[in-house]
């Protein structure tokens, strides 16, 4: 896909997710919409994945530590066409494979179950060291949101893999300075932030992560640091697409009404005229 094409299925993606939030009625809303262009690069240009082999094993591995985003995730897993996209619409239903965390026995395309905060890089740096022992070629990158590195154990996987020199991992920080109680340099304070990443060991890229091309060249840019495990702090609009969502907090775990689900898909159909507009 070019620059348009991706852009496009960001925004198809967005509006798949406050359509499944609100048939839901409950559900996470601004970190899955500010992720929705970083998923977008790495499931439709940069992992290495077959859907229709979902389990292969050369596959890369995604670990999303911040579970309650599963929203961007589902979403874009039945864009790539790991399962039907109107199986979205069960959403948080009894009986869905679409729970409200992740729970990798129920859906393709899954690595792990998550929910409590703070273990995936964990998990993601038992991938990575497991790749490197056996000198296999395939990549791990795990998703984390900025407030849980408010956990203790996401710092040890930290220093476990700048220790470990895990070059095969990268970790996709989502930057948007919000967790559920406020802003996150109000509820517990974390700048320096790229600083305490280089200090053990990290090569660390800041980017714009609502820019595609900023994400797909720190991607690629990963992948060619050999030395270290790589971070990249992506700095991400919380509620990105909608007017009344973004940068405001009290948006984490709140979902839109039928009215307000109105309002939001109208302002994402006409950032995909605007965007097609632009590319003409």
């Known amino acids: 896909m070019n620059t348009k094409q991706l852009e496009l299925k960001a925004e198809e993606i967005r509006s798949s997710i406050i359509e499944m939030l609100v048939e839901a009625g409950s559900g996470h809303s601004a970190g899955p919409m500010g992720m929705a262009d970083v ?22 591995r995604l670990v999303l530590s911040c579970g309650h985003i599963c929203p961007v995730l589902y979403a874009t897993l039945a864009h790539r066409g790991y399962f039907p996209k109107k199986e979205l619409l069960t959403l948080r239903k009894f009986g869905t494979r679409l729970q409200g965390h992740p729970h990798n026995l129920d859906l393709p395309g899954l690595e792990t179950s998550s929910g409590p905060l703070g273990q995936g890089l964990s998990q993601a740096c038992g991938m990575a060291m497991t790749a490197k022992m056996d000198d296999a070629k395939w990549r791990t990158y795990a998703i984390l949101s900025d407030g849980e590195h408010d956990e203790g154990q996401t710092w040890e996987a930290v220093m476990f893999a700048g220790k470990n020199k895990l070059h095969n991992l990268t970790a996709i920080v989502d930057r948007n300075n919000i967790q559920i109680d406020g802003f996150t340099e109000n509820v517990m304070p974390l700048e320096p932030f790229a600083d305490k990443y280089r200090a053990n060991n990290w090569y660390v890229l800041e980017v714009n992560g609502n820019d595609i091309d900023e994400v797909l060249g720190a991607l690629r840019h990963a992948r060619a640091v050999f030395e270290k495990p790589t971070v990249i702090i992506a700095h991400t609009v919380p509620g990105k697409g909608v007017d009344f969502m973004e940068n405001d907090y009290h948006w984490h775990g709140k979902t839109p009404d039928n009215r307000e689900a109105e309002i939001a898909l109208r302002e994402l159909r006409t950032l995909r005229g605007k965007i097609k507009s632009e590319h003409e």
């Open 39 to 60: 998923f977008t690069a790495l499931y439709f240009d940069v992992l290495n994945i077959d859907p229709d082999r979902p389990n292969m094993p050369d596959r890369d």
